[in-house]
Each structure stands twice: as structure tokens, then as C-alpha cells.
């Protein structure tokens, strides 16, 4: 994903920015946060469509005799991998992002991710699905309330959580070759984790890139996008992870 320079960031400490009494800065939030929420209100009306109406569901997944996820069709697996080919392509198309352009791609993967989310109304029970959202959405914000709030300078930590991921990333795929007992626990635990600190990384990350750019209108409708998306998939991961961990299976 796109961001903008650390190092100009990493110049604006945290502790030194009375930035909670910002107007300017409450709307900026409340904007990333309106998007993320319309977001997740598509990815969840696209997970619906894919999972309970029978002529999608079976172009995109193959199930049992009642309903059950037994794999993925070609098209299923073209929506599953598309997130990650626009993002890796957007990193190269966009290397000065407008607004317009930057809320395309939140759009975009938004609707991808939620039309292959439709897996998860299929493995898990309905009752299952919903409680689990709403732990996810109750610590999200908390999470990012404390990102918010605190003075503590989380760039450091965020460096961690990164290298985190890779670790993460990589531990995914050897699962699909390898994944003795407790494995698949251990990355959900670990997955949890990280993505419950990139929350508060990143909400820090958007108020420390309001100040940066000073105002500028532009840069800060394309921010708000990009920074809508960072927490976007820091929420639809959590919730995946958290699924893993304590989901009733159907």
C-alpha cells in the first residue's frame, strides 16, 4: 500500500502534538472512520449475496448437499487473489495518488474482499458470525481510541508489527504445505496480535500524516482513503483471526 514519507513523519513526535482539540483533525478522523464503516457495511452486503443466493454462491464456491464450503471455483479464487493484485498494482499505478484515484481503490478492494468473505457465512454459523463482529468492532475501537489518545511515539513498535507480519505472511504459506497440530492456533493467536497493535499504529500513523501535510486539501482527501484502508484490513483481519480462534464451525 501507498504511504507517505516516514521519515517526514517519524519528524512530527506524537508527544508534542496537542492534536485531540483539533477541528480540523476530528473531521479528518471522522471521515477515515465513515469510510471504513461504509466500507465493511458493502463487504458485509457482498459476503450476504455470495453466501445465501445460490446462483452466485455456486459460481464462486463449491459446497455440499447442504450448504457446506467445500472449495473454491475458478471464480471464486480470481475475487479471492484480486485484493492483493490491485494492491501490489496500485503501488506502481498511482505514484502520486489524487482523491479520486485513492477512493477507487478503497472501493474497490472493499467490494473484492466482501465478495470473497462470503466463505465465512458458509464455514461458520450465523450466531458465530455476529458475535464475533461485535467483539472485533468493540475492540477496534478501543484500540484505536488508545492510537488516538496516547502521547507514547508508536513508530518503533510499528517497525516491529511489520516485521511481524512478513513473519506472518510467510507462516500462512508454509501452512498450506505443512501444518502439524497447533499450528493454525499459533498464527491466529499470533495474527490477533499484530493486527489488534496495527490499529492503534495506524490510527496514529493518520494523525501524524493530518499534520504533515498541513492542511492541503487534496493530499488529505487521497490520506483519508489510503488511511481508511490500512484500517479496513487491520478490522476485516482481526475478524478473521478472531473467527478462527473462537468460531463456531457449521
Known amino acids: 500500500m501507498t504511504h507517505l514519507d516516514q521519515s517526514a513523519l517519524d519528524r512530527v513526535a506524537p508527544e508534542r502534538l496537542d492534536m485531540s482539540l483539533d477541528a480540523g483533525l476530528r473531521r479528518f478522523m471522522i471521515g477515515v472512520y465513515n469510510k471504513v464503516a461504509l466500507g465493511l457495511v458493502l463487504?458485509?452486503?457482498?459476503?450476504?449475496?455470495t453466501s445465501m443466493v445460490p446462483p452466485v454462491r455456486d459460481a464462486m464456491f463449491r459446497t455440499t448437499a447442504d450448504g457446506r464450503f467445500v472449495g473454491y471455483t475458478l471464480i471464486g479464487m480470481i475475487v479471492a487473489f484480486a485484493p492483493i493484485v490491485v494492491l501490489l498494482g496500485s503501488m506502481f499505478a498511482m505514484r502520486t495518488p489524487t482523491a479520486r484515484g485513492?477512493?477507487?481503490?478503497?472501493?474497490t478492494i472493499s467490494a473484492l474482499i466482501g465478495a470473497s468473505l462470503g466463505v465465512v457465512g458458509l464455514v461458520y454459523t450465523g450466531a458465530s458470525l455476529a458475535t464475533t463482529f461485535l467483539i472485533t468492532a468493540t475492540a477496534f475501537g478501543g484500540l484505536s481510541l488508545f492510537g488516538y489518545t496516547t502521547k507514547k511515539d508508536l513508530?518503533?513498535?510499528g517497525s516491529f508489527l511489520l516485521v511481524g507480519l512478513l513473519g506472518l505472511v510467510v507462516a500462512m504459506l508454509v501452512q498450506m504445505f505443512w501444518?502439524?497440530?497447533g499450528f493454525s492456533f499459533a498464527i491466529s493467536a499470533i495474527g490477533v496480535l499484530i493486527f489488534a497493535g496495527l490499529i492503534a499504529y495506524d490510527t496514529q500513523r493518520l494523525k501524524l500524516t493530518y499534520h504533515q501535510l498541513g492542511g492541503d486539501a487534496a493530499a488529505l482527501g487521497a490520506a483519508s482513503s489510503y488511511g481508511a484502508l490500512s484500517l479496513y484490513l487491520?478490522?476485516?483481519n482481526l475478524f478473521q483471526f478472531?473467527?478462527?480462534?473462537f468460531g463456531q464451525r457449521r
Do not use: R
Open 234 to 236: 487491520d478490522f476485516v
Open 179 to 181: 501444518n502439524p497440530p
Open 102 to 107: 485513492a477512493s477507487l481503490l478503497y472501493w
Open 43 to 49: 463487504s458485509a452486503g457482498l459476503a450476504y449475496l
Open 242 to 245: 478472531l473467527l478462527n480462534l
Open 155 to 157: 513508530t518503533g513498535f
